[in-house]
Each structure stands twice: as structure tokens, then as C-alpha cells.
């Protein structure tokens, strides 16, 4: 069993360091693959330690002046987000893949954007009905993590995506209590000075991820120019040889 686990740590971790890990399938070949992989993976950590912290912090902030719910009204309006949250993603992720054609990464792009202002505006949240447009304005924040593991997925070979996928859940149950915990930490330390002062430094890590699949998103169109350049240039070859 220790070897086993081994192994599968040690091709978790080869998917991010060796560049013929990440080849694709039918003999195409992502450019910058490593820099591209390397930005994903940097993402998803630091999309989970947002999400998996914000959760429980939230509750916390909600429980305190000058929310002070009840525990039964967090629970339900928590459940009701997160039932409305996902109704809303898949109609969204509808209308813009079907629709309007963006690619997975740019979806993840509206769902960081939408992360940011929900930190920054439950940060400075002092009523009711603050903590509902908070709600709303945040809905597409659930979405950044699958749309993070399909780019990913699509950066990996077949042969590779089950060590791809087996090390994404490690960092997601690893990231649930250490970043968790942190967020728990900083949130008691800040109380009597500034209750959401944790959600404005989870609004400035998503900030860092914004400028991250930027990054990501600038590689991506800079590997699809080469293609198309490629292809016009076989094109070419060819109709000169007729």
C-alpha cells in the first residue's frame, strides 16, 4: 500500500514537472505547456483556499454584531444559495458556452471576477440585505474550480488524467482543514478591530488569480496563433506542390 501511494504521488506530481506528461493525444502538442500547467495548478490552490475557507468564516461573521443571525437562518439561507447558486452556474455556463462560445478558461475568468467583489463586498456587509446582494453578485464563485480542472484536463494526456484528477482531490482535502484553519486564525485576531477583514485578503488572493489567468488566458491565445499560423503555412505547402 505504501508503494502504491507512492506511485501515485510521484505521477501526480511528474504531470507538473515533465513536459511529456502533458502531451495530447492524436499528436498535437500544447505550446508553454509546463508554464500553462504550472498557472493552473497555482490557481486551484489558491481558488481553494478561498472557497474552502470562506464557508465556515462566513458563518462565523453571520453568528457576530451587527448580523447576529440565528444558527437556523444561516443554515437555510446558506442552503438556498447554494441550491440557487448552482441553477444559476449551469444557465449561465448554458448561454455562455452555447451561445456565446468562450472556452472553459473564460468562464473561470467571470467566476474569479465574481469571487473578488463578493469578498469586498461582505467584507464591509452590516445588514440583511447587504448579505443577499453578496449572495447574488457572487453566484458564478462555485464555478472557478470544475472550469480550473476541465483546462486542466485538456493539458493532459489520457494515460495521465487519473493521476491529474487523484492530485487535485489531495490538494482540495488537504486544503479544507490547513486553509481553513488559517482563515479561522486571522478571523479571531481581526474581530474586535475589523469582523471582515478576512474577506477583504480573500478578495485580494482572488485579485492574484485574476492577474494569474490572465496570464493564462494571454498563453492560450499566443498557442492558438502558432497553430493557425502552422496550418496556413501546411496549406500553402500543399497548393504550391500541386
Not at 437555510?76 to 440557487?84: A, C, E, M, P
Request: charged share 15%; net charge positive; proline share 1%.
Amino acid at each position: 500500500m505504501v508503494t502504491v501511494s507512492f506511485l501515485q504521488v510521484k505521477q501526480s506530481v511528474a504531470v507538473y514537472v515533465r513536459e511529456g506528461a502533458a502531451d495530447q493525444d492524436g499528436g498535437r502538442r500544447e505550446t508553454h505547456v509546463l508554464s500553462k500547467r504550472g498557472l493552473c495548478l497555482v490557481l486551484f490552490v489558491l481558488t481553494v483556499a478561498v472557497n474552502f475557507s470562506r464557508t465556515g468564516v462566513e458563518a462565523l461573521f453571520q453568528l457576530k454584531y451587527p448580523l447576529c443571525w440565528a444558527a437556523t437562518k444561516i443554515y437555510t439561507v446558506n442552503g438556498l444559495r447554494i441550491f440557487f447558486s448552482w441553477v444559476a452556474i449551469l444557465l449561465t455556463l448554458t448561454i455562455m458556452q452555447k451561445i456565446f462560445k468562450l472556452a472553459d478558461r473564460h468562464v473561470a475568468v467571470v467566476g474569479i471576477v465574481s469571487s473578488v467583489l463578493s469578498n469586498a463586498a461582505l467584507a464591509f456587509a452590516v445588514n440583511d440585505a447587504m448579505v443577499y446582494e453578496v449572495a447574488v453578485v457572487g453566484f458564478m464563485t462555485r464555478s472557478i474550480i470544475p472550469m480550473l480542472r476541465s483546462v486542466l484536463s485538456s493539458l493532459v494526456g489520457q494515460a495521465n488524467q487519473g493521476a491529474m484528477y487523484s492530485g487535485l482531490s489531495c490538494i482540495e482535502s488537504l486544503g479544507a482543514s490547513v486553509f481553513s484553519t488559517i482563515a479561522n486564525r486571522i478571523y479571531y485576531a481581526t474581530l474586535d478591530s475589523w469582523a471582515g477583514a478576512i474577506f477583504l485578503i480573500f478578495a485580494c488572493i482572488m485579485l492574484i488569480a485574476l492577474v494569474l489567468i490572465t496570464i493564462l488566458n494571454i498563453l492560450f491565445a499566443k498557442g492558438q496563433t502558432r497553430e493557425d499560423t502552422y496550418v496556413v503555412q501546411a496549406r500553402n505547402i500543399q497548393e504550391d506542390s500541386r
